[in-house]
């Protein structure tokens, strides 16, 4: 006859020969605690937000109507959703959204791929500050949109014109930002690379360029609105196609609804933008996040 022993500190029963059972794992309350924590901050920061902008389309929505502003300069947002639909069905916005679109990011990708290694150059070597700092103090004080005649003049007003005001907005917040960067980096970690005899190459790939992504980026994001916001600038004069060109010709004739459809189309462009590279700086400078244990 067979007997029955109870493992001890478990409170299983095990038969002679049968190896010993262990008692499952006991679930964790704290994990999904903090889990659930997280779900509601989230809900509550999504709701604030979306709370704010139902609160200004309704308030946009009732104004009109109620006769507090003129509908004629500012129609009821249905109305304005009823011309954004019909731009968007009959391909007009579409067309325009592309013209910008190409416009911007040309400018917006050569105005990156020449500030970034211009201001690491800048900051890291004192002689070429000393050569280009007095010249770049003068054209930084200098707005964008006050040369925009003189690349219309130099330029015409075709597209070469309107990508090159938009490269010089745009190389600006990332110069700065990326000569700013190179300049604080961390002290100690520049005397820890050296004492390891790493050569200028590795120097600038291992401890440089990763901690001055963060500061880098800043300015990339501030680029990327001011490519948005100059392009439609230049857009107003002289171009046949764009949003810029959109809200402008919809004012001209006196169509206010497509108007403020071409306005709420670039400020949602440029959210998506910015979007976009919040999420590329997170991915890039990861590194520098605690992983939670």
Do not use: H
Not at 45 to 58: E, Y
Not at 116 to 137: F, K, N, Q, S, T
Not at 249 to 277: D, E, H, K, R, W
């Amino acid at each position: 006859m067979s007997t029955v022993t109870t493992e001890a500190g478990t409170g299983l029963a095990t038969r002679p020969g049968e190896p010993p059972k262990t008692a499952a794992a006991p679930a964790r309350p704290g994990r999904f605690l903090r889990a659930g924590r997280r779900l509601a901050y989230g809900l509550v920061r999504a709701g604030t937000g979306s709370a704010a902008v139902v609160a200004l389309l309704l308030l946009w929505e009732t104004a009109p109507r109620l006769g507090i502003v003129d509908r004629t300069f500012l129609p009821p947002f249905s109305e304005v959703a009823r011309a954004w639909w019909e731009l968007a069905a009959d391909g007009q916005l579409a067309d325009n959204a592309r013209a910008s679109l190409t416009r911007s990011l040309s400018g917006f990708g050569i105005a990156v791929a020449l500030a970034v290694p211009l201001g690491l150059l800048i900051g890291w070597y004192r002689p070429v500050a000393d050569l280009l700092g007095p010249l770049l103090e003068v054209f930084r004080n200098t707005a964008a949109l006050a040369l925009l005649p003189v690349f219309v003049l130099l330029l015409g007003i075709g597209e070469t014109s309107k990508i090159s005001i938009v490269v010089y907005a745009c190389a600006w917040p990332v110069l700065l930002s990326t000569i700013s960067a190179v300049r604080t980096v961390d002290p100690t970690l520049l005397r820890l690379a050296r004492s390891l005899d790493l050569p200028a190459v590795r120097l600038f790939q291992k401890v440089i360029l990763p901690a001055s992504v963060p500061a880098v980026f800043t300015g990339v994001r501030l680029a990327g609105s001011m490519s948005i916001l100059v392009l439609v600038a230049a857009e107003m004069i002289g171009a046949k196609a764009g949003l810029g060109y959109l809200v402008n010709a919809s004012q001209y004739n006196f169509a206010i609804p497509q108007m403020y459809a071409g306005i709420i189309t670039i400020s949602a462009v440029g959210v998506v933008f910015n979007q976009l590279l919040v999420a590329l700086e997170r991915r890039l400078s990861s590194w520098r996040v605690p992983a939670n244990g």
